[in-house]
């Protein structure tokens, strides 16, 4: 482009700047012809339908609702969220992100989006635990023939801090209790376990020790996974991960966040999101 091309875009207004971009997205689509449609659609890795059959997919995330606490409200997300909601809160590139042209970006993570509506009740009412089932896009390329979308099933929760760890422990069993129920249920055979590593938070450790190991009986296993260091600095005081194969298929993620705290601007929020990718589930069961 010609010097001063950047400068000039960037000191456009965000209304000019979209109307450009608007411009030239219609431009470049009337001289799309059929034949190139059909090439992205075999090439590009954004535009290809998932290999999972819906129907098992749409069986499995039914229980999984069915499965959830009546006090979870279920969130029916939008495809898209303002820009900066992952990267924002979370040290997220936003190359990893698809970034759309109306100060929007396609939804790459449910838990973001769940924190922020979180944190937008949490103004009118106490606790607050939300739930959602969303195909997530997301730009970086994971190798293979792997899908750049896929679904997953997240759940967050936001609460007041009450000292001493006591509110982390509180939501921790909250979610890994819901999981340890979908776990025994769905994939009972596929040997499925529950993973849990705390990050330098010594109330959260003392009340795993006194809280959460006690709120388990026998069934899905509690494994502690103090080598693990993914997760460090995206997740605060402590991380999850769900697995089957007896730990070789990761099929969820999770931990405690700082989100709600600086979405509110009040260091005495505390979030705990978690996830579970449906279609990894379906492919640890059938195997």
């Known amino acids: 482009?010609?010097?001063?091309?950047?400068?000039?875009?960037?000191?456009?207004?965000?209304?000019d700047l979209r109307s450009l971009l608007l411009s030239v997205a219609r431009d470049r689509a009337a001289a799309a012809r059929p034949s190139e449609v059909l090439r992205r659609w075999r090439e590009d890795r954004f535009v290809r339908p998932a290999r999972a059959d819906p129907r098992v997919l749409a069986r499995v995330e039914a229980r999984m609702w069915q499965l959830l606490p009546a006090d979870v409200a279920g969130v029916e997300l939008s495809p898209v969220v303002p820009v900066g909601t992952c990267s924002a809160v979370a040290p997220v590139s936003q190359n990893r992100i698809v970034t759309?042209?109306?100060?929007?970006?396609v939804l790459s993570d449910p838990t973001n989006a769940l924190a922020v509506e979180a944190a937008r009740r949490r103004r009118r009412q106490g606790e607050v635990h939300l739930a959602a089932a969303h195909r997530v896009l997301r730009a970086q390329d994971f190798g293979g023939d792997a899908?750049?979308?896929?679904r997953l099933f997240a759940l967050v929760s936001s609460a007041r801090d009450t000292g001493s760890g006591e509110t982390q422990a509180r939501l921790l069993v909250r979610h890994l209790t819901y999981w340890r129920t979908v776990l025994a249920e769905l994939a009972p055979a596929a040997a499925p376990q529950l993973h849990v590593t705390t990050f330098d938070d010594e109330a959260v450790?003392?009340?795993l020790a006194d809280t959460v190991r006690p709120a388990?009986?026998?069934?899905?296993?509690?494994?502690?996974?103090?080598e693990r260091s993914r997760g460090r600095g995206y997740y605060t005081g402590c991380a999850l991960r769900i697995?089957?194969?007896d730990g070789s298929l990761e099929i969820g993620d999770g931990g405690l966040t700082d989100w709600t705290a600086r979405l509110r601007s009040d260091a005495k929020e505390r979030c705990l999101v978690s996830c579970l990718a449906t279609e990894r589930l379906v492919d640890g069961i059938s195997r």
């Open 216 to 226: 388990f009986d026998a069934g899905v296993p509690l494994v502690d996974e103090p």
């Open 147 to 150: 899908s750049a979308h896929f």
């Open 100 to 105: 759309t042209m109306r100060a929007s970006e």
């Open 205 to 207: 450790r003392e009340r």
């Open 1 to 15: 482009m010609p010097p001063g091309s950047r400068s000039a875009l960037s000191g456009l207004s965000s209304a």
């Open 243 to 245: 697995t089957v194969l």
